[in-house]
T-cell receptor, first 115, second 115 residues
């Protein structure tokens, strides 16, 4: 069965600090997809990134970067030089090829960036 | 594209009343998902459709919940009769994995409060 664990329930940082959000997943499939979504205080779920299991290249998008390591079943998300607008709940999610397209979400990490 | 559209955005009703939530997926997407978000259970999949056909409804809490997708551009989630424990945010999402679009894009959600 698929499972996603985000051990950090809440993180609080001061603006301009770097912060890493952890995500560990469990799956028996060899083909799967990993996602990060952002849920700002307004409540919508905003897609940030998708990675498939065959692509372990790390990715950088502006201040955001993602580190995918199959050896440790982790897909961590780093925000560099955090800003107040980064304050949100961040969800890591997994979908397995054999489970249709269903997403299994982690519990989410509440990130608060203080000025 | 307008993205996934949900209505109403907010719904307040009294216990025992029927509630109907509506969703319009992104044009061309052949998968549609209904999720529920609560503090206690996080984000959980209720049901999903492929080409308007329900594929997995194992997440539907009980017989009071029903979902339909009469055509490719419209789906409803109905609760009858509603109960206070149904209070949650209900999200609709769509994707098109058959076209290589594995990412699920979410609507803004419907905040339901059952008094």
């Amino acid at each position: 069965a698929q499972k996603v664990t985000q051990a950090q329930t809440e993180i609080s940082v001061v603006e301009k600090e770097d912060v890493t959000l952890d995500c560990v997943y469990e799956t028996r499939d060899t083909t799967y997809y990993l996602f990060w979504y952002k849920q700002p205080p307004s409540g919508e779920l905003v897609f940030l990134i998708r990675r498939n299991s065959f692509d372990e290249q790390n990715e950088i998008s502006g201040r955001y970067s993602w580190n995918f390591q199959k050896s440790t079943s982790s897909f961590n998300f780093t925000i560099t030089a955090s800003q107040v607008v980064d304050s949100a709940v961040y969800f890591c999610a997994l979908s397995e090829e054999t489970s249709g397209s269903r997403l299994t979400f982690g519990e989410g990490t509440q990130l608060t960036v203080n000025p | 594209d307008a993205g996934v559209i949900q209505s109403p955005r907010h719904e307040v009703t009294e216990m025992g009343q029927e509630v109907t939530l509506r969703c319009k997926p992104i044009s061309g997407h052949d998968y549609l998902f209904w999720y529920r978000q609560t503090m206690m259970r996080g984000l959980e999949l209720l049901i999903y459709f492929n080409n308007n056909v329900p594929i997995d409804d194992s997440g539907m809490p009980e017989d009071r919940f029903s979902a339909k997708m009469p055509n490719a551009s419209f789906s409803t989630l109905k609760i009858q009769p509603s109960e206070p424990r149904d209070s949650a945010v209900y999200f609709c999402a769509s994707s098109s994995p058959t076209s290589g679009e594995e990412t699920q894009y979410f609507g803004p959600g419907t905040r339901l409060l059952v008094l």
